[in-house]
C-alpha cells in the first residue's frame, strides 16, 4: 500500500502512567510514529456521564498501513499506556481514534473513517484546523475549516435564548 494520511484524535480525562492528561496526551503523540504535525493540547468539557474534563489534540500522520492495520496499532497503544474497556464516554487514560484518512471512505464493521461523528466535535475540529484547515471531509465535501465554523456556529445559536 502507498503511504497514506491520517487525523488522529488523541484525549484524555484521567492520569496514568505519564501523569496528569495534558502529559498521556503528549505521551501518546511521541508513541505515535509517522507524526508530521502535531496540533496544541486544549481543554474541553466531557461527553457523556464523565465529570472530568478531556485533555484533546490532533495529530497527522504518515503511514503504510491501511484503517484496520492502524486502528489495531492505535488500540495497542491505548491498551499500552492502562486503557481498559469501561463506560461510553467515561473516563479513559487515553483515547486515540482514527478521525480522517487521505484515502476517502473506510467502512466495516468495526472502523468507519471518516469518524461518523467528528464533524460536530468542537474539541475535535479545532485542533485539526490548526494543522489541517483544508482537509477535505469526502461524506460532505466540506473543508475542516468549514466544518469547524458550523460547529461554533451551532454552538452559538444554542446560547440563544
Known sequence: ???TSYAIAIGSNRRGRHGAP???VAAAMRALRGVVTASAIVSSAPLGPSIRRFANAVVTIETRETPPELLARLKQ???AFGRRRGQRWGARVIDLDIISWSGGRWTARDLIVPHPAFRE???VLGPMRTIAAAWRDPVTGLTVRHLAYRAQAVDR???RP
Open 1 to 3: 500500500m502507498p503511504t
Open 22 to 24: 495534558e502529559r498521556e
Open 77 to 79: 497503544i491505548e491498551r
Open 121 to 123: 466535535r468542537r474539541f
Open 157 to 159: 445559536r444554542a446560547l
